[in-house]
């Protein structure tokens, strides 16, 4: 796991390259404590720096920026490349070569020389997000893996074309353009997140998932680079392919053939020369892997989880259950409110955009705990996605089937009334009648006007997954702005399940869960490993009928009759928490004072940016607790908290 950051501009505007590159370079050293690189080119348009943190190849053969053998190629690499000594093998039958080292970065490079960079990235397995500059066609090209894992953001400002592992990385070029798209934060409102290709950035972008971008020099004066972006792996596409050859065997078979895919994903991921651990919620994910990585090891490996002092956020006992089962070497640490408090004013420099999933709190703390004892750590993220874990589903299911029995001429009305329950008429008559702290009769008409988005199923799934149902009520001159296309070709359950599926697959997971375990670990300098991930794992899952995934009510289903293989399912049947922060009680307690300070109205309107009327609503009713808006509330704080950041 390393860090990288770069810049394609004219000469003339490179003043200083190797300084600029360093202070890039600096400002992500926590992803690469242990070694640092620079490269500019001949002309001086280009520069790279890279920070390394060692985990295969803890030699000088493994520094960065690498040259190729033929010194064609300078190439900064970001990931693990899980399957290269077999690539190695396959490159010394096609040439006997002398390697400098054993690094996956040697092997990669050797690879582009061989096949070409697309087939190299196609043969390989892992989590990457690498930047290869070619010397003879003075070409760049950024490449991220296929489900994520690894981020890179890009953006053209100034005359310059910047890129890196971390936004902060951008924002140390004096180049960088700070303006914030207002469209982005209405989605992070909405979704605890800035989902891809968007940053809060107007002018930068988040590479996608299983893309890559080539570009050169006459290419930053064509306007938009989106042209120049081409998807070499999507979910879609594996989708289609995988269900063409739908598993067709028993439940047995499934089981069979999933584990064994799985437990070889593991073991591949538990290669390293440092030491290596694993997160334990608890829950059926995390016990997997860990249950999968010590039936693979001849001694107890190092688990990690936390655990808090509050009845129905705590699966700290849970986990330990686990553990001691799996007789791993177990550490559990307990957050307090003193921990959260100390935590949350570095979030804005950890996340660099504002970031409202409040599980990044407990993910921090335990990848800094984990970082006490080891290097690298494995997780179960993935498998909600890929298994219909996510209760949700079943939710948004049961609430399509009542809808349905709705006329369609009744959210066409509902459409057109919308203004008319959005009005502020509702919130004068609340203070009129004695329901200024309940909201009673403004949140009722908010609740019936979302009804009118719930005429299709992609329209009720969006209202199920936001925490601010319109976000244009609290923002000024905020622009529409939808994750989820509509879709009307959804003619059941099934139909509508992997549409649910496939959509957090493609938003959720890489823009929440993943960005959250990579600044999380990363801050700390962990590399966070998710075997759930692999892509041939990926494409077995889709590979299988729903009936393998959800049986019933029950998500997760073939994974749960995995993981009784090796935990008794006594330990395991309970309610689903993770790592849940109880921030509704923090908002009224140790974190009132805070909260208070960045919702202050006098300084929301001199920001411009929210309605401060109607956020100061919101938080009335919360501290009055006759509503519970902690999660509304805690995406407004952490913008307000990254915008004090920025200065």
């Given at each position: 796991m390393c860090g990288l950051a770069g810049v394609l501009a004219p000469a003339e505007l490179l003043v200083s390259h190797s300084a600029l590159l360093r202070m890039m370079g600096q400002s992500i050293s926590h992803r690469g404590p242990d070694d640092e690189g620079i490269y500019t080119s001949d002309c001086g348009e280009f520069g790279l720096v890279h920070r390394r943190l060692a985990i295969v190849d803890l030699s000088d053969a493994g520094h960065q920026p690498m040259f190729s053998a033929d010194k064609r190629f300078v190439l900064a690499f970001n990931g693990e490349i899980y399957n290269h000594r077999e690539l190695r093998r396959e490159l010394n039958e096609i040439v006997p070569r002398v390697w400098r080292g054993h690094s996956d970065t040697e092997t990669l490079l050797a690879g582009i020389c061989q096949w070409g960079l697309e087939e190299t990235i196609t043969r390989a397995v892992g989590m990457f997000a690498i930047a290869l500059w070619d010397t003879q066609n003075k070409t760049l090209t950024l490449v991220r893996d296929r489900a994520g894992e690894k981020p890179i953001y890009y953006g053209y400002s100034g005359g310059a074309f910047l890129f890196g592992s971390e936004l902060k990385a951008l924002k140390a070029h004096p180049l960088f353009n700070n303006e914030i798209d207002i469209a982005a934060l209405s989605l992070m409102l909405r979704h605890k997140y800035v989902p891809a290709p968007r940053t809060i950035y107007r002018r930068f972008s988040k590479l996608e998932p299983g893309c890559m971008l080539t570009l050169t020099l006459d290419d930053l004066t064509s306007g938009s680079l989106c042209h120049l972006i081409k998807r070499y792996w999507s979910f879609n596409e594996a989708l289609e392919r995988m269900s063409k050859t739908s598993f067709a065997g028993s439940d047995e078979e499934a089981l069979t053939l999933l584990e064994t895919q799985l437990s070889q994903t593991v073991g591949e991921q538990m290669l390293?020369?440092?030491?290596?651990?694993?997160?334990?919620?608890?829950?059926?994910?995390?016990?997997?892997?860990?249950?999968?990585?010590?039936?693979?090891?001849?001694?107890?490996?190092?688990?990690?989880?936390?655990?808090?002092?509050?009845?129905g956020y705590n699966e700290a006992e849970h986990a330990k259950s686990v553990a001691e089962h799996l007789h791993t070497d177990h550490t559990e640490i307990y957050v307090t409110e003193r921990d959260a408090l100390n935590v949350i004013p570095k979030l804005p420099q950890i996340y660099?955009?504002?970031?409202?999933?409040?599980?990044?709190?407990?993910?921090f703390l335990i990848a800094k705990e984990a970082r006490r004892h080891v290097t690298v750590a494995l997780s179960g993220d993935g498998g909600d996605e890929l298994f219909a874990g996510y209760t949700r589903y079943e939710h948004s299911l049961k609430l399509q089937r009542k809808l349905s029995a709705v006329p369609a001429s009744v959210f066409k009305a509902l459409s057109c009334c919308r203004s008319i329950f959005h009005s502020d008429i509702w919130r004068r008559l609340d203070i009129l009648f004695g329901h200024a702290n309940t909201g009673l009769l403004s949140n009722g008409m908010s609740r019936i006007a979302e009804l009118a988005e719930c005429d299709r199923f992609s329209g009720l799934?969006?209202?199920?997954?936001?925490?601010?149902?319109?976000?244009?009520?609290?923002?000024h001159n905020c622009p529409p702005s939808k994750l989820f296309s509509e879709h009307d070709l959804l003619p059941d359950d099934q139909a509508r399940l992997m549409w649910m599926m496939t959509c957090d697959s493609k938003t959720y997971l890489p823009d929440d869960v993943l960005v959250k375990v990579d600044r999380a670990s990363m801050a700390v300098s962990l590399e966070g490993r998710v075997p759930m991930l692999d892509h041939r794992f990926i494409e077995a899952a889709l590979a299988m009928p729903l009936t393998v995934k959800k049986r019933g009510p029950i998500g997760k289903w073939v994974l749960k009759q995995m993981l009784y293989r090796h935990v008794p399912q006594s330990l395991l049947d309970r309610p689903k928490t993770g790592f849940a922060v109880?921030?509704?009680?923090?908002?009224?307690?140790?974190?009132?004072?805070?909260?208070?300070?960045?919702?202050?109205?006098?300084?929301l309107d001199q920001q411009g940016i929210f309605n401060s009327r109607m956020v100061r609503k919101y938080w009335s009713e919360h501290q009055s607790e006759h509503r519970d808006w902690q999660y509304m509330l805690w995406n407004i704080l952490m913008f307000q908290s990254w915008l004090e950041e920025q200065g």
């Open positions: 390293a020369d440092v030491q290596v651990g694993a997160f334990l919620s608890g829950g059926t994910d995390s016990s997997l892997i860990a249950a999968l990585m010590q039936a693979q090891s001849s001694k107890p490996i190092r688990t990690f989880t936390v655990g808090f002092h509050v009845p660099d955009e504002p970031f409202g999933d409040s599980s990044q709190i407990p993910t799934y969006t209202q199920v997954v936001s925490d601010v149902k319109d976000p244009q009520r609290l923002l109880p921030i509704d009680h923090w908002l009224r307690g140790p974190l009132k004072d805070w909260a208070e300070a960045l919702l202050d109205p006098s300084k």
